[in-house]
Structure formats: structure tokens, C-alpha cells
């Protein structure tokens, strides 16, 4: 089955068709196969998820080998939300057809991000009119806080996590986010981890696995 994106596709370990679907979203100059050792790691956890680790849409300019989902390189904060617009249109047109393919509801699917694959992700999964379950954010931030403020249209579940020691995206970012949430009264839940850098550490794809779990298993 193709996509719009370049996606690598970890289908469910049962034969039958998937009960839910879980997108993960690489960080910058990364792409699907670096996201997609998350994905593997859950699904012996997740046996009818089907999992898909797209490449962002355009080709990084820092690592060419790599990709990014909007260019971050000597832009200000106006022309970064206008890049970002079309990366959330490409992504929010992704999970439509994960929905419509796998002949899913928008409440079997879950967004998962890192660093720039989790400011997207918060973005597409708080303007989307179909409101997806939930969203794992790792490591990233809220790109445009007054874009967002004036654009909310879902309440999916939240779950934020950063590391404390994180010189990529400092954890102010994260405090920043954590605020405009619980000001636009979002219940969600927030984890940070001590002595860790831009990464995601054992700890937390282990909560993020069990927060699926809640979510994706009723």
C-alpha cells in the first residue's frame, strides 16, 4: 500500500486487518527508518497496530541525506509557521489516508513526534477538525503558540516528555508548552527526565507504549 509520503510501513504481527494505526513523525535530518526502532520496540506490545514511519517531505539542508518536515535554517519565526503550514498539510492529508485506506476511524490513530516530528505533530493534531485519540510529543515544542491559541479545532490525548539536560530544544520549550495546554484547558500528561540530552530514553518509549496501550486498547 503507498502513501503520498515516502513511509516505511511496519504492518501488525496478525494476519487480520489493523484495529488502530500509529504515525511517527522522525526529527530533523532524520527520516522514517531512524523513528521506526520506536515502532518496532512496540509493536511486539501493540500485535494489531499498524505503524507508519513516513519520511518528512523535503530534503534537509543541513544532512542531505536526511529529511526535515520544514526548513529551520536563517528564517524568522513568520516565514518557519508559513513552512510549517505546508508540512501540516502534507501530514494531515497522511492520516487521512491511513484512516481511509485501512478503513480506520480517526479515533484508531495516534500521532507520535521527536524534536521537529513532535512540533508538527502537536500542530496537525490541535487543528485537525477530525480529532485523532492522541499524540505523543518527545523533545519539541509548540512552533507558534499565538498561530495555535487561534486555531484549536481537537482535544486529543496529550502526553508531553523532555529531557531536563536537552541543549536542542531546551526544556523551557517544554514548560512553554505545558503551559498554553493547561491554559486552553487541556487534560494532559507531562514527564521529564533527569540527565537526559535530546533523545528518547528506555523510560520513555516504555510510558509512551503504555500510554497507546489507554488509548488505542479500550
Not at 507520535?112 to 508538527?120: E, K, W, Y
Not at 490525548?157 to 484547558?185: Q, R, T
Not at 494532559?188 to 527526565?193: G, H, V
Request: charged letters at 20%.
Amino acid at each position: 500500500m503507498s502513501y503520498s509520503l515516502n513511509t516505511l510501513i511496519i504492518n501488525p504481527n496478525s494476519n487480520s486487518p489493523p484495529k488502530n494505526a500509529v504515525i511517527l513523525c522522525h526529527g530533523y535530518g532524520g527520516d522514517g527508518n531512524d523513528i521506526s526502532i520506536l515502532a518496532n520496540y512496540w509493536k511486539t506490545f501493540l500485535p494489531d497496530t499498524l505503524f507508519i514511519c513516513p519520511d518528512a517531505p523535503e530534503v534537509c539542508k543541513v544532512n542531505p541525506t536526511g529529511f526535515q518536515w520544514f526548513d529551520l535554517m536563517d528564517n524568522s519565526e513568520e516565514e518557519i509557521l508559513s513552512k510549517s503550514l505546508i508540512a501540516e498539510k502534507k501530514l494531515d492529508n497522511l492520516i487521512n489516508e491511513v484512516k481511509s485506506k485501512n478503513q480506520l476511524s480517526f479515533q484508531d490513530i495516534a500521532l507520535v513526534g521527536f524534536s521537529q516530528g513532535c512540533m508538527i505533530s502537536l500542530q496537525t493534531a490541535l487543528k485537525k477538525k477530525d480529532q485523532i485519540k492522541c499524540c505523543i510529543g518527545y523533545s519539541g515544542k509548540i512552533l507558534n503558540i499565538k498561530h495555535l491559541n487561534q486555531n484549536i479545532n481537537s482535544r486529543p490525548e496529550i502526553f508531553l516528555m523532555h529531557g531536563d539536560k536537552d541543549a536542542v530544544v531546551p526544556i523551557n520549550s517544554f514548560l512553554e508548552a505545558k503551559e498554553f495546554f493547561n491554559k486552553n484547558d487541556y487534560k494532559i500528561e507531562t514527564k521529564i527526565f533527569t540527565n537526559c540530552e535530546h533523545r528518547i530514553p528506555t523510560e520513555g518509549s516504555s510510558i509512551g507504549l503504555e500510554f497507546l496501550k489507554k488509548n488505542l486498547y479500550k
